[in-house]
């Protein structure tokens, strides 16, 4: 189902393992500074960039398809048309709960396919800010 509301959100945030698709070794880039961010907080990140070996200290993979293991939600951080082949790698695994499309990220067809398979959809919003207005978080 998509998901708008607080309630939703906060359901998403709960989860735990982030794939994050796109994750960025540029320090200045919101690719990298919000999964950062979400990993001092307590989320297991899994950072999924073919043109990286490590980021945050973690192994990077090259696609969604290569991560060994059970992923809750993943973060995108790549451009809207490339959000359906994300989609089609989400969906065939099987164990993703819920797809997070960043602030200025869009796809309505490719929410419509995740959602038909069970993951709900939060497009155009951003994590960080998200977690930072519903989360409680004492190392703040």
């Not at 607080?6 to 990298?32: C, F, I, P, Q, W």
């Not at 992923?71 to 989609?87: Q, Y």
């Not at 099987?94 to 309505?108: F, K, L, S, Y």
Request: proline share 6%.
């Amino acid at each position: 189902m998509p998901i708008e509301e607080n309630d939703g959100l906060r359901r998403v945030l709960e989860l735990n393992t982030v794939a994050v698709v796109g994750a960025s070794r540029s320090y200045e880039k919101s690719a990298h500074i919000i999964p950062a961010y979400l990993q001092r907080h307590g989320y297991e990140i899994i950072p999924v960039n073919p043109a990286a070996d490590e980021i945050f200290g973690k192994r990077a993979y090259a696609s969604l398809r290569d991560v060994p293991r059970s992923i809750d939600i993943v973060e995108i951080f790549r451009p809207s048309e490339e959000v359906p082949s994300i989609v089609d790698q989400v969906v065939a695994r099987e164990d993703v709960q819920a797809i997070w499309m960043q602030t200025g990220i869009r796809n309505e067809a490719a929410a419509r396919t995740a959602e038909a398979n069970g993951v709900d959809v939060v497009q155009d919003h951003c994590m960080k800010v998200e977690h930072g207005k519903l989360m409680r978080h004492p190392m703040d």
